[in-house]
């Protein structure tokens, strides 16, 4: 999404001139819902003002009656929770929702449960002695076996009978339409499998920007092309675009989420592009947008507030207090992106929804996490129920907030308020997610263009970011897709990229690339030589700081690998290690990074007969 305020709104750049023709999800504000009432509150005030002639009993009541019918206006203004609406299915539709029902409750079953289960038995007394009353009977043999069948089998059989049912010629559709059945081995999902950090060594790649969509022959298959060379420059997670059907172009701004024929390839190119990459080693995040949906019918007002496809939801999944799409929903637990209908999250159908679908996306295109599009607009708690369904191997927010700012408009040096309000989301979260390290971008900025490495050490003498407060949850970044690229919201210092990445690929968190700069050779073959020292010192996303000189033009620091020591300098000042015992890794323009020994093996003890020797 954009990164500014600015570029958030209809009219504030390409997102907004990204909507088709003749479907914008962003309608003139409608006229409030109580307009109905009005004529009947008019009529009401005029026959009390008509009626002191005929007495005050009249008066009086007409009176009441306005009272009445303004009461009843307000009535349209109470947002309570709405219960699912039920939709007429056909027998087919009706089955399968049945299904899913099964398989819902099925995937909360425990292993003992599932033992049961699998033998036919119930702990119920009255039910083991009927079984065991008939225990010798051919009813009862058929019964144990028909339950004795594995329920993996079954699904396979299911998905093959529907995958040998091919399509028309011409016609799109899922590669496997069969209902997203979870095998009961997998038994329940809990926060135990959740790793938000992947290994702690991960190195990430934005594996697009905001023109990819445009690639001749296809984005996906343009990076499954290149699998080979991103494994081989270092990278062990790589993040993709947007990848459901959209109305604009670069993803965005999703309608029919089963639909996973998007502008950077089809559903088949997706599903190779990341098979291709996991076989290279290499991690998977599907770019999720789950804080708004365009809708694909309008109301009888004219408002696109309608779902078709597998997700049939009405205004009941939209917020309340959405100002243009007329939503039925509870009011927003964040922001509102005013572009397109926010969704209510708190609706039991929606959560559930949405959960069943990410947790499909893991099995059928094989995401081995997310990348989650503006968290700012729906409560960090609802995030954690996402986590929790589908869990990820990786996470990673976008939780775009404001730094603080003097009155000349430059940076405060104490970043803190700013850093709290991310590690307020992650906490939201369940620490099932870590997020962008805006704090840390925006402090490199002022560091870069203003010559004021100072900066880069807080009051407590820790890197200032998100990265200084909770490592584990930071991931840096220089660049993306919105601060760059071709919309340029806040880019950054062009003559100090090598610097920035000499200091977040020596420093704790997960580093993010940018898929812009691998297309500058110089730049792409000192990525991968940092990424090199990084590795074979063993840097995490834990690895301590110690911050050995943050002046006005250098700043210096040594990080604790898991291997060995690393040494960084950056700034055109001058520093040079103390000691014999550190060696130059590598360097270029204002920077430089040393690399210390690593710990000698100890020597194994001479055999007897030798020293006695």
């Given at each position: ?15 907004g ?6 479907h ?9 819902a ?8 008019r ?14 009993v ?15 206006s307000?009535?349209l203004?109470e947002y309570?929770?709405?219960e699912?609406p039920?939709?007429?299915?056909d027998?087919?539709?009706s089955?399968r ?5 099964v ?9 003992e449960q599932?033992?049961?289960l699998a033998r ?18 051919n009813?009862?043999a ?5 339950l004795q069948l ?5 699904v ?12 028309a010629?011409?016609e799109?559709?899922?590669i496997?339409p069969?209902?997203s059945?979870?095998?009961?081995v997998?038994g ?7 790793t ?15 023109d990819?969509?445009?690639?001749h ?9 290149r ?6 420059l270092?990278f ?15 993803g ?5 989420l089963?639909n996973?024929?998007s ?5 088949e190119e ?10 290279h080693?290499?991690k998977?995040?599907?770019?999720a ?6 809708a694909?019918h ?13 997700m ?8 309340g207090?959405?100002p243009n799409?007329?939503?039925?929903g ?6 509102i ?8 999250h708190?609706?039991?159908f ?13 099995g059928?295109?094989?995401?081995d996490g997310?990348?989650?599009d503006?968290?700012k ?12 369904a589908s869990?990820p191997?990786?996470a ?6 404001a730094l ?7 940076p ?6 700013h850093r ?19 704090t840390t971008?925006g ?9 004021e490495?100072w ?7 820790k ?14 970044f220089?660049e993306?897709?919105d ?11 062009g ?5 920035g990445?000499a ?25 991968a ?5 990084r590795?074979r ?6 690895s ?23 040494l960084m300098k ?7 290690p103390?000691g ?10 204002n920077?430089?990074v040393w ?5 000698a ?9 030798a020293?006695a020797q």
């Open positions: 999404m954009a990164a500014s305020a600015v570029a958030r709104t209809p009219a504030g750049g390409r997102l001139a990204g909507l088709r023709k003749g914008s999800q962003q309608q003139r504000p409608s006229r409030p109580s307009h109905r009432t009005h004529a009947e509150r009529n009401a005030v005029e026959q009390a003002k008509t009626g002191g002639a005929a007495g005050a009249d008066g009086a009541a007409a009176l009441a009656s306005a009272r009445r019918a303004a009461e009843k307000l009535e203004y309570t929770k709405v699912e039920v939709p007429e299915l027998e087919v539709e089955l929702a049945r299904l899913e029902a398989a819902r409750e099925l995937g909360s079953a425990n292993e599932y033992a049961r036919g038995r119930s702990t119920h007394p009255s039910h083991s002695a009927s079984t065991h009353h008939h225990s010798n009977g009813g009862a058929s019964r144990d076996k028909l594995s329920v993996d089998h079954l396979r059989e299911l998905q093959q009978q529907h995958v040998a049912q091919q399509p010629a011409g799109k559709r899922n496997v069969a209902p059945l979870m095998p009961l997998r329940p999902q809990d926060k135990g499998k959740v938000a950090e992947g290994t702690g060594e991960e190195v990430m790649l934005q594996g697009f920007n905001w990819s969509w445009k690639q022959g296809g984005w996906f298959n343009h990076v499954k092309a699998a080979a060379e991103i494994a081989d270092g062990t997670v790589i993040w993709l675009p947007p990848f459901t059907q959209s109305v604009s172009n670069e965005y701004m999703p309608g029919d089963y996973l024929n502008k950077y390839g089809t559903e997706l599903v190779a592009c990341v098979r291709e990459l996991q076989a080693g290499i998977v995040l599907g770019d947008v789950l804080n708004h949906r365009c694909q309008q109301d009888e007002h004219g408002v696109w507030n309608k779902y078709g496809g597998r049939a939801w009405d205004q009941r999944a939209i917020v207090d959405d799409f007329r939503g039925r509870n009011r927003s637990s964040g922001d992106f005013s572009a397109a209908p926010n969704i209510d708190s609706q039991e929606v959560k559930r929804d949405l959960q069943e679908w990410l947790t499909f996306l893991r059928h295109v094989g995401f997310w990348r989650l503006f968290v607009g729906f409560h960090g708690s609802h995030v954690k129920d996402y986590m929790e869990t191997q990786f990673v927010g976008e939780y775009w907030d603080s700012y003097d009155w000349d408009g430059t405060t040096h104490n970043q803190d308020a709290q309000r991310i590690v307020n989301w992650i906490n939201a979260a369940g620490g099932l997610s870590t997020a962008f390290d805006i971008k402090i490199l900025h002022a560091v870069f263009e203003r010559c490495y900066r880069l050490r807080d009051n407590s003498a890197p200032p970011g998100l990265m200084g407060w909770w490592p584990s949850r930071s991931v840096t220089l993306n897709h601060t760059g690229s071709s919309q340029g919201h806040w880019r950054f210092p003559h100090a990229v090598e610097q990445y200091y977040i690929l020596t420093h704790p968190g997960t580093p993010c690339v940018f898929w812009d700069h691998l297309c500058d050779q110089r730049a792409k073959d000192m990525v030589r940092l990424v090199a020292v590795k010192a063993g840097i995490h996303c834990r301590e700081v110690k911050i050995l000189k943050a002046d006005r033009d250098v700043y210096a620091a040594e990080i604790e690998g898991r291997h060995s020591k690393l950056i700034g055109p000042g001058d520093f040079h103390g014999s015992s550190w060696s130059i890794a590598d360097c270029g323009h920077w430089g690399e210390a020994p690593k710990p093996a100890p020597k194994a003890a001479a055999p007897a007969a020293a």
